[in-house]
């Protein structure tokens, strides 16, 4: 579910919310237990809405620190592949003027 969804469930809590007292033919304790279990409704959601986002972040940082270590681990690889070019390079360079 999107994050731009949230504000609507909102207004919708609202005006069921609204709507309910206004139109239920309940006693004020009915309505109040009725308010009460719509905010503990809404709660949850909330909850159950964080702990989704928390956990989302979390595989996104792990999969973000994979790519790195990966990434990390190709440039030390070409690093030390340009190092080893450079020394044969130079041992050749070396050998051919030891041979003039």
């Not at 207004?11 to 309910?20: F, P």
């Not at 006693?27 to 959601?45: M, P, V």
Request: aromatic share 4%; no cysteine; charged share 30%.
């Amino acid at each position: 579910m999107p994050d731009n969804k949230l504000p609507f469930f909102f207004l919708g809590l609202g005006v069921g919310v609204a709507a309910g007292l206004l139109l239920a033919p309940q006693s004020g304790e009915e309505t109040r237990q009725l308010i009460k279990s719509r905010a503990d409704e809404g709660k949850d959601y909330l909850k159950r809405r964080t702990d989704d986002l928390k956990d989302s972040a979390t595989e996104a940082l792990q999969r973000g620190k994979t790519v790195v270590s990966k990434q990390k681990e190709q440039v030390s690889a070409a690093v030390e592949a340009g190092k080893q070019a450079y020394r044969e390079a130079m041992r050749s360079a070396g050998a051919g003027a030891e041979e003039v």
